[in-house]
């Protein structure tokens, strides 16, 4: 027999039995609702959620020169406006008036933006007459952060319809110098020639995002909000000396408008690295300002206008001869008139009339013979000529710069009766500034060439330094013909008739000049008008720079001439720049230059 006592425990365990099992049930019933008998309304709901993000645009990475100073930055500025409406509500609040009127405030404006006060007060009473709903009035672009904390300091003050909306802008701050290498970006921020394009890959930003999902009432859904930062670009530092290339740019600039030219470059390249410390050029360009300057400047020359070296390539035909030839830097002897007409119908000039003389190497290359080259160059084969011309960088680019010109190298088959023997003195091929230095690089190296370099390295934003593979070395010629080659380039120097002219005190100077003629489009050459250059290495004794100086289509003087005056300048000023040792060893006997 049961008793009342005991069954109530176990009645009331039943109930809560019940209720558990009817809870669940619920629940299942339920769950069968959602994912089953209503699945697709469900769906249809969730789709409902908007999804919200806002792009975090990261800095553009800097540019600076060896030393570090910045040549090219991204920096905040602002685009500031007034709001016509809210300033009128304001004025005419006569319970509340602005602690600083309109007529005052108007004035402060235009000091800290820098526009005239008369003119914004104008412009303002203008726009609200023709437009009393107007609710915009461009005040000034671009303003500095300091302005933009000064006029956000009026804002807070109660001046209410200012208004700022910030964004990036790329700085050069040192204006032109450097223009043509640096480069620009478009108005959109993308680079569109120079190192901003060549190295796009270090400065170009990585954009953060912040993004959250709402419902249709517009709330944000917990949990749903993500950010990702932003990752800034690189700094990429170039070789370039920023103090030098400034100097060479002034150099340039004014010795190239002295002789009439239509432009002219300076290149100085590092004997021992191969690095670019300067490359100038003129006319030249300020980044921030495109508008300044014709659109044919936006890009470098120098490194994309090939011309025909002339007479600076003849060491390299001098080279081919000594180790191939046995020729040496006194003998054997050529006989060369002023003009002469060659057995294949060839007629080759000198540029100055002499009767026959009987020339060693080094007096071919003192007085520049072009009759003399090509009796001496005809002493190996086209080919031989042409591999050594292959070696000393003819046909292939330097840096990979932007739209860059690797020159042109006709293969022998090509060559005819005339080009046969012109291509011993610099014709019927073409180079770059940069690629005539890098041939010279060479044989002030000891006939080991080095890649040409611009740019030391990329450091990303976590200090993590990337540095371009090293330059290519190659041995092209033996020591002992770099060393000959240099000595006939110093009595060059020495005998030629520039020697007055490009002497630097106190170091002692290789050099060689080139007047190319000019092509006119037509498969022949301008007349009376020549692309002129000179080239050098110095100190003889410890060669450390190479400099290269060209002028395009000089008319004070039209022949190499023109370039002797900024050529020793541009030497001097690198001897200056780089405290280089004064040569501490005499020049040789000089060479003679006929038998």
Known sequence: MTTRATRTPRRRTV????????????????????????????VAQS?????????????????????????????MVYDASIDPQVMNLLETDEDNPPKMPWSEASQRIAEIAGVDAEKLRTDVEQLNAADPDARWYELKKGLTTAQYIELKELK????LYLHFEPRETRVYPNGAVAGNLLGYLNGSGEAQAGVEKMDAQCLAPTDGEESYRTGKNGVIIPGSEKKVDAVDGGAVQLTINSDLQWYMQQMIAEEAQLQGAKGGTVTVVEVGTGKIRAAAEWPTMDPNDLDASSSDTWGSKLFTYPFEPGSTFKPVTAAAIMENAGVTMTSPTVQASSHEKFPNGAVINDAFVHPTFTYTLAGALIDSSNVALSKFGTMVSPDVRYDYLERFGVGESTIRFPDEASGLLHPTKDWDNQSLYTTTFGQYFTVTAP?????????????????LSLVESCTAPDGTVITPDAPEKEQIIK?????????????VAVQGGNADRIQVPGYRVTSKTGTAQIPDG??????????????GFAPVDDPQYVVVVTLDEPTRVTSSAATASAFQKAMTQTMKTYRVMPSSTPMDALLPKFE
């Open 156 to 159: 807070s003050s109660g001046l």
């Open 435 to 451: 690629q005539l230095a890098g041939a010279y690089q060479a044989i002030a190296n000891g006939g080991e060439k080095i890649g």
């Open 479 to 491: 020591p002992q013909t770099a060393a000959d080659l240099t000595r006939m380039l110093e009595n």
């Open 15 to 42: 109930v809560a039995l019940a209720v558990i099992l009817a809870i669940l049930a619920a629940f299942v019933v339920r769950l069968i609702d959602i994912q089953v008998v209503k699945a697709d309304e469900h």
């Open 522 to 535: 037509k498969g022949g050459y301008k007349s009376g008008v020549y692309y002129t250059s000179m080239v």
């Open 47 to 75: 789709m409902e959620f908007i999804a919200h993000g806002t792009a975090i645009p990261g800095q553009r990475g800097s540019i600076v020169d060896a030393d570090g100073a910045v040549l090219a930055e991204s920096v």
